[in-house]
């Protein structure tokens, strides 16, 4: 038995195709835009912003956010 594996672009394209046919253009772009590669250093970004934490601090302010009213 053989499979035929589609090249990316092509697979690529199939989905787009069906995102637009199910989604209509906006919805379809907002939701591929979600996808992008950001910019900068996260590990370094999270490593300044969280240095004065702890773990136990960072899980009771989650803890916290979740059970406060929206």
């Given at each position: 038995?053989?499979?035929?594996?589609?090249?990316?672009?092509?697979?690529?394209?199939?989905?787009?195709?069906?995102?637009?046919?199910e989604l209509?253009?906006?919805?379809?772009?907002?939701?591929?835009?979600?996808?992008?590669?950001?910019?900068?250093?996260?590990?370094?970004?999270?490593?300044?912003?969280?240095?004065?934490?702890?773990?136990?601090?960072?899980?009771?302010?989650?803890?916290?956010?979740?059970t406060k009213?929206?």
């Amino acid at each position: 038995m053989s499979v035929y594996i589609q090249p990316m672009t092509i697979l690529t394209q199939r989905a787009k195709h069906a995102l637009i046919q199910e989604l209509g253009v906006v919805d379809t772009m907002r939701f591929l835009n979600q996808f992008r590669a950001g910019s900068g250093n996260y590990t370094q970004e999270r490593q300044q912003l969280f240095k004065e934490l702890s773990t136990k601090d960072i899980i009771a302010d989650i803890k916290a956010r979740r059970t406060k009213p929206a």
